[in-house]
RNA sequence: GGGCGCUUAGCUCAGCGGGAGAGCACUGCUUUCACACGGCAGGGGUCGUAGGUUCAAUCCCUACAGCGCCCACCA
């Protein structure tokens, strides 16, 4: 709670629960007692996942499969009648429990033996040698041993042929007294040694190999997970998987990435009966009393048991609770319609369920999302929620996995005091593409720290340039060009924002969110405006109202991925709002806003001024010398701009003036390409003639080979003939443009070179 | 054994049928009146390998190699 507090989660906290709230609780027991009246849960005597630390039954989901190397043991069986079979096992201490032996019944080598019985070791005992499938001629020898008390196979093979089932393990995994009296009280491990050892001095051992195996250890303690008879609590989850398949099948329910279904999909269709009580102190008490022959009685309360138990028996009786209690995720399965009020039929209930969004990770699917929507449709007859969102993972900086016992957990919160809440939530979003998981570096969230410095030193220039939102703006009624402009690309954004949240790709509504603000709005559009902000002089007024307005949506677009800085720059840049930003209305500025011809005179300045800097840069011009600019070639557009722009175009580019002229240049000047002009800059003085001319025929040589890759293409007849028009007439206008290009600056070496 | 995903600039990752992108790191210049957590400019990739489809492949298909994850009762 704390975290999510600091990271600016706005969740309705008075709203919170916990899963032992009375009203909750009443929820669990409804529909335990529901589903067992139902025939869904029921009691039986199985082989469960034992934990012999915790002296608790776990489900098949909290049982972690872990890669090990191990051993196998060859250990023969003398066979009455004089011969013997071999069988493999990687636990020789189960073997006192063997009730069998088992082969494929089309195994050769081992058909004269079945029906025959082999004499146990150590044990003494005769036991049985059957056919059956499950035997695999080509694993270990081919025989196997069948100990139905303590292995989920052998309990099958062991229903088949009617075995009898020998438990010899205690609750803490130590043999009982069903094993011979030497090995009572031994721990499992010890126990095998033991095994191994009295096999070996009876000349039984044939054979010792070492193998990688895998090994069932319990998720919580980490023990060694023993396959032990007990009664439990069943779900009959294939029951209710069957609704819960559907409703994702027919789309109720759609999973965001989509190929999660299929996760989704292979689990419920071989989920098994899920084991629900537990041997703990800490949950939920199942609702259910025993008689004194221990008849059940499953009820909301107890004086509804005595009161069954009185029918039953004819008299009352005393009733004991069964002390087990429920699985959390059993609790937390109902959460979508528990924590509403359910089984009231509440307005709260009637308004929020269905939920839409459902957020969370893929290694919650099994344990929560699917028992949600089994236990979900079961009780309300629809799905749980509209949408499964499956977020990425965050990992640590190499890719592993955070854990505590690899002690390499980032602490959001840490990074948090560092960095603040807004650069690491938006870190995490602009890294949140589908389908991958998040490698978090404090590298990152430092970059984007300084976005939101960034932000928050452009909003204060325009505080102190007077921009503030003007009531009855209307964005589409600007004049300026490059008002006109940030409005468009803010459209623009607006629409790209919204779209990408819509599709749920946080990634890219960062992503637009970021270059509009750092690229547009911070390094072009402030710095155009700044002289007309600093002067009384052009659209002073208008351009502060559009700086101010496009200001203001950009905080509401930001709002979601950094809500704290963007909060309070909203407060601080107007006076009396009427709503706080977090509950304003989210933007929509229109699509009628985007000025294409003003997008195409910005884009102009824009190129003509990196291409003044770049040369510039290249040729080592002093940052303070300012040059003169002759336009030669220029048409009636450039001309326009150009003195639409004049005063800015100086500026950025460093020049003294500006002026047009069709004829040769003077001696030892700058050129470059734009367009349709050539952009001359004398620099007589200073100018490294060597250099200019490598740089014009390094960039000729770049424009001829672009020139030719073109030519190729479209002297290719199956291009022209079989791609679509407007792609070879693209081609054919890049091909032309490069061509111009290359000749300008042909023309301009050759004066160079007549210097 | 089954399934999913990944392989693109030094690092972390976008992109995806028509001339390779971002952030960080790196290089040069720049302390000009929003910001040095800044500005300007720049270097750097035969888009894992081999085939195939196509006028055109980093992008689609197949195989292979490497890496990661999930599921599974391999004695």
Request: aromatic share 10%; net charge negative.
């Amino acid at each position: 709670t704390r975290q999510l507090r600091r990271l600016g989660a706005s969740p309705d906290w008075a709203r919170q629960r916990f899963t032992m709230d009375e009203g909750l609780s009443l929820a669990v027991r409804k529909v335990f007692v529901d589903l067992h009246r139902e025939g869904l849960i029921y009691r039986d005597k199985r082989l469960v996942n034992w934990d012999p630390m915790l002296h608790t039954a776990i489900s098949d989901l909290e049982v972690d499969q872990r890669e090990i190397k191990g051993t196998m043991w060859y250990f023969r069986y003398p066979v009455e009648g004089g011969s013997s079979i071999t069988i493999a096992t990687t636990r020789p201490e189960t073997m006192l429990g063997d009730t069998a032996v088992a082969v494929h019944p089309d195994d050769d080598r081992y058909k004269s033996l079945v029906g025959k019985f082999a004499i146990l070791p150590i044990a003494d005992r005769r036991i049985p040698i059957v056919a059956d499938t499950y035997s695999d001629p080509e694993k270990g020898t081919g025989a196997v041993k069948i100990t139905p008390g303590h292995d989920f196979n052998d309990f099958e093979v062991g229903r088949r042929h009617d075995l009898p089932l020998i438990n010899i393990f205690d609750e803490n995994a130590h043999l009982n007294e069903n094993a011979p009296a030497p090995y009572r009280g031994l721990d499992r491990f010890k126990a095998r040694e033991r095994v191994v050892a009295e096999m070996e001095s009876l000349g039984l051992l044939e054979k010792v190999e070492a193998i990688q195996m895998t090994l069932p250890y319990g998720d919580r303690s980490g023990a060694v997970i023993e396959p032990w008879l007990t009664d439990q609590w069943y779900v009959d989850a294939a029951k209710l998987a069957v609704p819960a398949i559907q409703a994702v099948e027919q789309g109720r329910t759609r999973f965001v990435p989509e190929n999660w279904a299929n996760t989704y999909f292979e689990w419920m269709r071989n989920i098994r009966p899920w084991c629900i009580s537990r041997q703990i102190w800490w949950g939920h008490q199942i609702p259910a009393w025993y008689g004194p022959d221990g008849h059940v009685f499953v009820a909301m309360r107890e004086e509804e048991a005595q009161g069954d138990a009185a029918k039953h028996y004819g008299t009352a009786v005393s009733l004991t609770r069964d002390p087990d209690v429920l699985d959390t995720w059993f609790s937390s399965g109902l959460w979508p319609f528990s924590t509403l009020g359910w089984p009231e039929r509440t307005p709260e209930l009637k308004r929020y369920y269905p939920t839409d969004v459902l957020v969370t990770g893929f290694d919650i699917i099994f344990f929560w999302v699917a028992r949600m929507m089994m236990l979900g449709l079961h009780f309300m007859h629809e799905v749980p929620f509209r949408t499964v969102y499956i977020h990425a993972l965050v990992r640590d900086e190499k890719g592993q996995k955070m854990s505590k016992s690899k002690g390499n957990i980032i602490d959001p919160v840490a990074l948090i005091d560092e960095y603040g809440a807004d650069a690491l939530r938006f870190t995490l979003a602009a890294l949140a593409s589908p389908g991958r998981d998040i490698k978090l570096s404090p590298a990152r969230v430092e970059g984007n720290r300084n976005f939101a410095t960034k932000l928050w030193n452009a909003a204060r220039f325009c505080q102190m340039n007077g921009c503030v939102p003007k009531a009855g703006f209307d964005p589409a009624k600007c004049e300026a060009t490059v008002n006109r402009w940030i409005v468009s690309e803010l459209a623009n954004l607006g629409a790209e924002v919204t779209a990408a949240l819509e599709n749920y790709r946080f990634d890219e509504a960062a992503n637009h969110l970021y270059r509009f603000v750092w690229g547009s709005f911070c390094d072009w559009y402030l710095e155009i405006i700044k002289p007309v902000l600093l002067s009384n002089q052009g659209p002073r007024e208008e351009t502060q109202s559009t700086a101010a307005w496009v200001l203001d949506q950009t905080l509401h677009l930001l709002h979601p991925f950094m809500p704290f800085i963007t909060e309070e720059l909203w407060e601080k840049l107007a006076h009396a709002r009427a709503t706080r930003l977090i509950s304003a209305e989210w933007p929509a500025p229109g699509q009628g806003l985007v000025d294409v011809h003003a997008s195409a005179e910005m884009n102009w300045l824009v190129r003509a001024v990196s291409e003044i800097r770049a040369v510039r840069a290249e040729m080592n011009i002093p940052p303070v010398a300012q040059l003169a600019l002759i336009i030669k070639d220029a048409n009636s557009v450039t001309a326009a701009r150009v003195e639409t722009h004049r005063e800015i175009l100086t500026k950025l580019a460093r020049l003294s003036g500006i002026e047009f002229n069709d004829k040769p240049p003077p001696k030892g000047a700058l050129q470059v390409v734009v367009d349709e002009a050539t952009f001359i800059l004398p620099v007589a003085g200073i100018l490294d003639v060597a250099g200019e001319r490598d740089r014009l025929a390094k960039e000729i040589a770049r424009l001829k080979g672009e020139i030719e890759r073109f030519d190729k293409k479209l002297g290719n007849e199956s291009f022209v003939a079989k791609a679509p028009p407007e792609v070879v007439e693209e081609q054919r206008e890049k091909r032309n443009e490069a061509a111009r290009a290359a000749a300008k600056l042909g023309e301009a070496l050759t004066r160079l070179a007549a210097m």
